[in-house]
């Protein structure tokens, strides 16, 4: 059965760094990998997405200049590499797959696009 699951989460201060990692397993085809994260009494939103065709990458405004979503082929992992942290980062995040692909990148923004999801990994930013 297709998995996804994520790790790299933890207790930070403010201003400071973690990378989330998504370990893939089972066959299965993906055209984008995202990050979402889920705040307490907050809907689960969109973080930043990777689409392979083209390369293309885009960033909820939030983090923009903060993070980056990178990829491992040879691992089937994808990675979030978090700087900067604030408190309002604090969250559930969660690792998705697409099997499909949309030539635009928004599309992507909404949960209801991915196919697979990991469990959640926890990421608490102190001030």
């Known amino acids: 059965q297709v998995q996804l699951v994520e790790s790299g989460g933890g207790s930070v201060q403010a201003g400071g760094s973690l990378r989330l990692s998504c370990a893939a397993s089972?066959?299965?085809?993906?055209?984008?990998m995202a990050w979402f994260r889920q705040a307490p009494g907050k809907e689960r939103e969109f973080v930043a997405v990777?689409?392979?065709?083209?390369?293309?990458?885009y960033y909820t405004d939030s983090v923009k200049g903060r993070f980056a979503i990178s990829g491992d082929n040879a691992k089937n992992t994808v990675y979030l590499q978090m700087n900067s942290l604030k408190p309002e980062d604090t969250a559930v995040y969660y690792c998705a797959a697409s099997k499909s692909y949309y030539s635009w990148i928004y599309r992507y923004m909404s949960p209801e696009t991915f196919d697979y999801w990991g469990q959640g990994t926890q990421v608490t930013v102190s001030s």
């Open positions: 089972g066959i299965f085809s993906t055209n984008a």
């Open positions: 990777f689409r392979r065709s083209g390369t293309t990458t």
